[in-house]
Structures are given as C-alpha cells and as structure tokens.
C-alpha cells in the first residue's frame, strides 16, 4: 500500500511504486475514474487514451485488408500521396 499527502493547494507526490507501476514520467498526466463500484482509480492518461483508440480501431485492418507491414506502408502511401 502506498500513502501521498496532499498539500495546502490540493497536490500530491505519487509514489514512486505507483509512477513506475504506471509508467510516469514527469509531464505526463494522470487520469482519476470513478469505476463500477464508486471507488475513484487513477490511469496513466496517455495509456488510456491508447487503449481507447485500440479498442475502437480493433478489428479495422483485417476488414480493410492490412495484414502485414508492406499493407500499411501502402495504406500510408495512399493517403500521402494518393497512390
């Protein structure tokens, strides 16, 4: 179990067990949930947000054909170029 104070202006010092098990780095941004039982969590913002996008975009590539690095190299192109 870790413990942070918060101070006068309502900031905290994340441990450093919770920042490494996050992966925190300083800048980044954390991101407080409430999840299904009412208890409030904290995220790695940045991870979150990739795994939002993962989880929208899941299933994507094989329904538009991109199965190796060459399919989206060639995607990549397209929408570069128009090739």
């Not at 101070?7 to 905290?12: A, T």
């Not at 010092?13 to 949930?33: H, I, N, Q, S």
């Not at 199965?67 to 570069?80: K, M």
């Amino acid at each position: 179990m870790n413990l942070a104070k918060i101070s006068s202006n309502g900031q905290i010092t994340v441990p450093l067990e919770v920042r490494r098990e996050l992966g925190l780095k300083p800048g980044d941004k954390v991101l407080f949930m409430r999840n299904e039982k009412g208890q409030i969590t904290i995220d790695n913002a940045s991870a979150q947000a990739i795994y939002k996008a993962q989880t929208a975009f899941e299933g994507v590539a094989e329904k538009i054909g991109v199965t190796n690095e060459e399919d989206v190299q060639a995607l990549v192109n397209e929408v570069r170029y128009g090739k």
